[in-house]
């Protein structure tokens, strides 16, 4: 994925995360968080992967549980507190804020389908 790849995904998150945003917007929004986490989990990114997962749960993205898991262990592992803080704040939302195609970006909510089987309470 090149870098203006990267901008032009960037740049339609943060389009869709307004609360002003279209419904088409919003989905282009939720595949541009997916796959700019995939990215970096990919480059092996460790903080920036913990952050464009709380992107993608801020979204109501379908976060895979592959993608948790190896966000869990970026976060279990890391010396950084905040990479943990990060983790524990993306899994608490993602009980909140779950992927729904027709929520805005932020502040969205409905059922928790998509939370790791075990992380923070």
């Known amino acids: 994925m090149s870098r203006q790849q990267v901008r ?27 796959a700019l ?11 920036l992967a913990l952050l464009r997962l709380h992107d993608a749960v801020a979204c109501g993205a379908p976060v895979l549980p592959a993608q948790w898991q190896a ?20 899994w608490r939302a993602s009980l909140t804020r779950p992927a729904q ?10 059922p928790a389908d998509r939370a790791p089987a075990s992380g923070f309470a």
């Open 8 to 34: 032009t995904l960037k740049r339609a998150l943060r389009r869709g995360a307004d609360h002003t945003a279209s419904a088409p917007d919003q989905d282009a929004a939720r595949a541009s968080a997916l």
């Open 37 to 47: 986490l995939a990215r970096s989990l990919q480059m092996g990114h460790v903080r």
């Open 71 to 90: 966000c869990r262990q970026i976060a279990m592992v890391s010396a950084d507190l905040r990479c943990l803080a990060i983790y524990a704040q993306a």
């Open 101 to 110: 195609p027709s929520t805005p970006c932020r502040g969205s909510s409905g």
